[in-house]
């Protein structure tokens, strides 16, 4: 594989449309390969003008070959990519969100002739700190790191830092690590602008109180979904900063979500209600004691990720809960192995890496996940038995 060289304009001996070129031809990996440009842009790391305009001058040079509309070859041989190791450490295989994201790299290293080391942390602070000392003994070339609690993750950043190894932490940041994962404020503010309008067409502009169900060990950065849900229903809905607000502890699970709510609802008289959760089993774990108490029509409900059990909510009829900001784990993979590799081939990467965020509604539900109905349905544990999605 060409070397992929650090451009800077100091070194006056370095060539950039060289460079350029190199990191073009990368995106060919097999012989024969047809790849349209919007492909060679994402795998080589370049801008889609700048590869428009590198592919017309190689295939005047007669190094690239157009064989279509917008689809072109390499006329060179692929070099031979350099085989890396990985270190992956999910979040928990009991966890929907976990394991989607999870297939997903699986998928994509597959896809790039990258070994991947896979181990569990299991929702365990505990646990994440010893796959991190197994990882480094595995001497990887890079660690993808997904654990939720903020207080673990200086000591395994830590880990990986003294052994030379890059980190990307998804979703939680790790000091020194690349992020990857939510834009937890701009999804929040997604989620908070559609309950604005919802209240001021179903609810006149009325409302009594907010719940915002919250999971405080993974920090700051989460609970940003929850600050943009208040800045969002603001800007719909102005008396909402004189609103009451009930913060509540549901640790991100539908079990004590449930409880939280339960409890809150026998002490509040209120009869319009809001809940901003942080994520779908906090969701359901609301409406799940709403419908209890027998007061469904005091709320109405919003989470975040789009999970297979909020989906299969939001086609139920009459639902409460009114929408979820997917986060998109089937779409992870492909990326974290993009952003490993940038990394390792010393390209230019950006200390945060965002996902993309779309509202999903009973009415949009079917648009974006068209195929749910051929996959088996994901029950809905009780609340005794639930567990943490993410």
Known sequence: MPMD??????DAYLVKSVVHSSRLFTAFRSPGEAL?????????????????????TLEKCGMVEKVGENLYQSCLRPWKQKLYRLGYAAQGADYQFSREVSVSLQRAAVAEGIELISLDNRYSAKIAQHNADLLVREKVDLVIEFQTDQDVAPIVAAKY?????????IDIPHPGATYYGANNY??????????????KENWYSELDEIILLELPRA??????????????????LPAAKECRITHLDGDGELGPSFEAVRKHLRSTRARRQLVGAINDPSALGALRAFQEAGRSECCAIMGHNASPEGRAELRQPNTRLLGSVAFFPERYGEDLIRVSLDILNRRPVPPAVFVEHKLITPR?????????????????????????VR
């Open 161 to 169: 830092r003294e052994a030379g190894i890059p980190l990307i932490a």
């Open 36 to 56: 349209r440009l919007r492909e060679i842009a994402s795998r080589s790391g370049l801008p889609k003008t700048m590869v428009f305009r590198l592919l017309y």
């Open 219 to 236: 920090g700051n950065l989460p609970r940003m979904r929850l600050t943009g849900i208040l800045v969002g229903l603001g800007s719909f």
């Open 364 to 388: 949009t539900v079917d648009h974006f996940y068209p195929n749910d109905s051929l996959t088996q349905g994901v029950p809905i544990a009780p609340p005794e038995t639930a567990c943490q």
């Open 5 to 10: 060289c650090d451009v800077r304009s100091r």
């Open 186 to 199: 701009e999804a929040g503010l997604i989620a908070g602008r559609y309950l604005g309008r919802w209240v």
